[in-house]
């Protein structure tokens, strides 16, 4: 490998980026439960906005709702891998698919528990 292909440029950056973007394209066109989450982000967005929860609760739900989108991204793309390496059924594919989506369960369930840490207080208020 020489030199030129280690070089830091900044058209390759940008090539990255675009190969990212259709990425996360391919996320949203393809995937169901990505529908979901892009619901449930506008949904916390609306809810943080009329809420007016503090920076730091904003940090908090920034954090939560990414780690749901990484997950997601994280077990589509591992999904796709099981599908070529082995596009036969096989048990062990299976459980290691199983693991990853119940991965994106464990971090969905986590933001879910966040945002009612964060909302139920403003929420209660309301209606009492």
Request: hydrophobic share 55%.
């Amino acid at each position: 490998m020489d030199d030129t292909t280690l070089s830091f440029t900044f058209n390759g950056r940008l090539r990255s980026m675009r190969h990212a973007v259709v990425g996360i394209g391919e996320l949203l066109v393809t995937q169901h439960n990505a529908w979901i989450h892009a619901t449930a982000t506008a949904l916390v967005v609306c809810l943080g906005l009329l809420t007016g929860v503090s920076a730091m609760q904003w940090c908090v739900l920034v954090l939560t709702m990414t780690a749901v989108w990484v997950a997601e991204a994280l077990n589509t793309a591992f999904e796709l891998l099981c599908d070529v390496a082995s596009p036969e059924f096989h048990p062990v594919v299976k459980k290691a698919k199983d693991v990853a989506a119940g991965a994106v369960l464990l971090s969905a369930i986590g933001s879910v528990v966040i945002g009612l840490i964060i909302f139920l207080p403003p929420i209660e208020a309301w209606l009492v």
